[in-house]
């Protein structure tokens, strides 16, 4: 629960010719994460050398290449596929065989005849855009060529050109840009280019073409119509080819990949002559079946023996949750996996957030579109890690509603119960009445949860250095940790006994003992004092850390500030959209007073809509950072690594 | 007379209140304001890291949210400020 699962160190040793049902046996058990074998570096491991893939692993990738080839021409992708059920493996085999080949062959012509055609449609295009020009000027494209005494000059100038040479000019009409076409003798050349370049002529190449610019400009364009036609058709018959073969495929994928992993696992075992020796991690309570199945496997020619685990062994890191934890597993990877002699917190991560979240959205209306939204989505989102958020969304929508029975607050309208927690019912509007926000009563709350929040963090960083640290250290560290809680109940003590609060015990009125303080204060000041002495006996740097015990406990405080603002943009919205668009126009129907209702219908859907989406950001974006910032950096590190076993999840196969 | 200078008095102090009362609200305007744009230049800056920190490596997506949101804190202490200046 609190501590990830506990792992144990397998040494496997055997003899070569026992590779094949030793990994065999590994890779069906799924239990086993290996270790890979360094060269260098090892203890022990004089004489070692890193393992040969077994025969057949050239083939087999060459196989899985055209596998993904195929599989991302048809843009498939296994990880969005639900399987519809599972294919057995030696009939794959064969399959594979026969059908591979000719699926490949197909889509290599169709995509190849797909590719000449683009080609040729974007040839068409290219000439369209070359003749386009011409077609202000009514002649034909062959009159342009084939003189052995005259030069024609097309192009782009900026103001209309006389060229004084004999000469024929076609100019078109435009302000900035005209298209020129000049046809003159050669020998005059140099004086024409003298005068277009003062109209800073911009040569265009005059396309080899016959008939008239419109004629061909839509002969081509029939050319195109054509190519497209042909274009969709290859489309959809690949299409067809990738909805018939798209389970083969996947299929095809994982057994080649499992092939392929096996294939090379001897890679990542040390080898000596004929023995190869095997490291790895496998869960504490699954190790002696492991040992049991690979003695089954081989024979008995195996040793396996379990070694000692070291403290600074890297320990690969397996979640140990209840079900009802495990989403928030999510939570954990974002900001960092535990290390495997840390406390695993997510099982407080997983109530906590919900809490949060509801404390600050806190409406029954926002909750129950949010849970409506996660149910919806639960089908269309793929993925272990999609689903994860879902369930995460889907419990803080659960307690928004329940928190927002608490709050009495349905889409910013007060419910028909009275609030159980302090109010947030603010008066919007002109003719608002009622006593307005319960803020000191809100603030109290945020700050007493902060104040337990980061209580809990310090005790639980107590454990995590009682566990980790040894010797001196080990007692300054946990000594540091009471003083940090020490200072803070210290300081609450004081407040308690000088200013009387609203959800906060009143110790003002009790008898003065000591230079007219009273007894709860001298507590406090007590514990202040030892509750330093604590802090800078592990580090005196850390005094410049004393601020953050207000500066966390007050950030606590976004609960309230963050709702607040989701409870005023959702009333100003009911405001808008009721109070001034809607029941002035109820009284007396008009035709503009429809307009207005139908105006006011959209303000409350937008708006609505909008605070939805802020809600959820807000409140699950400020109680993530609650835990991330304030909570965890009391006692969290993290940089666990995955434990991740030899062997794959098959989804689309089977033996 | 009396009830004269009666009424002008009452007057002031009506006054008086609603400009205490239009003084805190401007309090708290500027309270809000001022730590909102101090929040939103913190968070440009960081924003921008953030975004091209993600593009070379999505893995950092956790902790530069993380760090994103951390000057929200700036701007929820002013809407604390302003809270309590109104209520």
Redesign the interface.
């Known amino acids: 629960m609190l501590t990830p699962r506990q792992m144990s160190r397998l040494l496997i040793v055997a003899s070569r010719d026992q590779l094949d049902p030793v990994i065999r046996e590994l890779y069906r058990s799924h239990l086993f994460h290996i270790e890979d074998f360094v060269v260098e570096g090892r203890e022990g491991y004089d004489g070692f050398s890193i393992g040969k893939p077994l025969p057949g692993a050239g083939e087999v990738s060459t196989d899985l290449v055209k596998v993904r080839t195929i599989e991302n021409a048809f843009l498939i992708r296994p990880s969005e596929i639900e399987p519809t059920g599972k294919h057995l493996n030696a009939e794959l085999r064969s399959k594979i065989e026969q059908e591979l080949p000719a699926i490949e062959h197909e889509l290599g012509e169709l995509t190849g005849r797909r590719s000449r055609l683009e080609v040729t449609l974007k040839d068409c295009e290219q000439k369209i855009a070359e003749i386009l020009p011409f077609t202000e000027i009514p002649m034909d494209m062959e009159m342009y060529r084939g003189y052995a005494g005259l030069t024609v000059l097309a192009g782009y100038v900026s103001k209309e050109v006389n060229i004084p040479e004999p000469s024929e000019v076609y100019n078109s009409a435009g302000k900035a840009r005209r298209f020129i076409v000049a046809v003159f003798k050669n020998d005059r050349r140099s004086d024409v280019d003298r005068v277009l370049l003062e109209a800073t002529f911009q040569a265009v190449t005059i396309p080899v073409e016959s008939g008239m610019p419109r004629a061909r400009i839509d002969a081509y364009k029939e050319q195109i119509a054509k190519v497209k036609a042909e274009i969709d058709q290859i489309n959809r018959r690949l299409d067809e080819i990738r909805d018939r073969h798209r389970e083969f495929l996947v299929a095809c994928e994982e057994i080649l990949k499992a092939d392929i992993e096996r294939a090379e696992a001897p890679l990542r075992f040390a080898t000596i002559g004929q023995t190869f020796v095997a490291e790895g991690w496998v869960p504490k309570n699954r190790a002696a079946s492991l040992k049991d199945a690979l003695n089954g496997a081989t024979g008995g020619k195996i040793f396996v023996t379990e070694l000692t685990v070291g403290e600074h062994d890297p320990v690969p890191v397996e979640y140990d949750n209840p079900s009802f934890a495990r989403p928030s597993q999510l939570l954990m ?3 960092s996996r535990p290390k495997y002699n840390e406390l695993d917190p997510t099982i407080m991560v997983s109530i906590v957030f919900p809490i949060f979240f509801g404390l600050i959205l806190g409406d029954v209306g926002y909750g129950i579109l949010l849970l409506v939204m996660c149910l919806g989505l639960r089908k269309f989102i793929k993925g272990e890690e999609g689903q994860q958020l879902i369930a995460v969304l889907r419990n803080a929508s659960i307690s928004s509603i329940f928190f927002g029975v608490l709050y009495s607050e349905f889409l910013g309208f007060p419910m028909p119960w009275p609030y159980l927690l302090p109010s947030r019912h603010l008066n919007i509007g002109a003719h608002a009445t009622g006593h ?2 319960n ?2 009563g809100l ?1 109290m709350m945020a700050i007493w949860i902060g104040i337990v929040h980061i209580t809990l963090g310090r005790i639980l960083s107590m454990v995590n250095h009682s566990r980790q640290d040894h010797g001196s250290h080990r007692v300054k560290a946990v000594l540091a940790n009471a003083g940090w809680i020490l200072m803070i109940w210290g300081i609450l003590f004081l407040i308690w006994s000088m200013f009387p609060m609203p959800l906060m015990p009143d110790l003002t009125g009790l008898p003065p003992v000591v230079m007219g303080l009273n007894v709860t204060a001298v507590i406090g000041i007590a514990a202040l004092v030892v509750g330093l002495i604590c802090i800078v006996r592990e580090s005196a740097l850390e005094i410049v850390e004393l601020p953050s015990i207000f ?1 966390h406990a ?2 606590y ?2 609960i ?3 709702g ?2 989701s409870v005023a943009i959702a009333m100003v919205v009911n405001y808008i959209a009721i109070g001034m668009l809607i029941s002035p126009q109820l009284e007396n129907i008009t035709l503009v007073g429809v307009i207005f209702i139908v105006m006011g219908v959209l303000v409350f859907l937008v708006g609505h809509a909008l605070n939805t989406a802020l809600g959820i950001l807000g409140g699950g ?2 109680s ?2 609650l835990h ?2 304030e909570f965890f950096t009391k006692f969290y590190k993290g940089g666990g690594r995955k434990y991740s076993p030899f062997g794959l999840n098959r989804r689309f196969t089977e033996d | 007379m009396v009830t004269e200078v009666a009424a002008a008095v009452i007057t002031d102090v009506e006054l008086m209140k609603a400009s205490q009362i239009g003084m805190k609200a401007i309090a708290a305007a500027i309270a809000i304001s001022g730590t909102a744009i101090a929040a939103a230049w913190a968070e440009m800056a960081i924003g921008s890291a953030a975004v091209g920190a993600t593009a070379e490596n999505k893995d950092v997506f956790g902790l530069v949210l993380l760090l994103t949101v951390i000057p929200e804190t700036i701007v929820i202490f002013g809407l604390v400020v302003a809270l309590l200046l109104i209520f």
């Open positions: 990877d974002t900001y307005g926000p803020i000191p603030m500066s007050l950030s405080s976004r309230v500030a963050v607040l603002s974006l400020h993530l950072r991330y910032v």
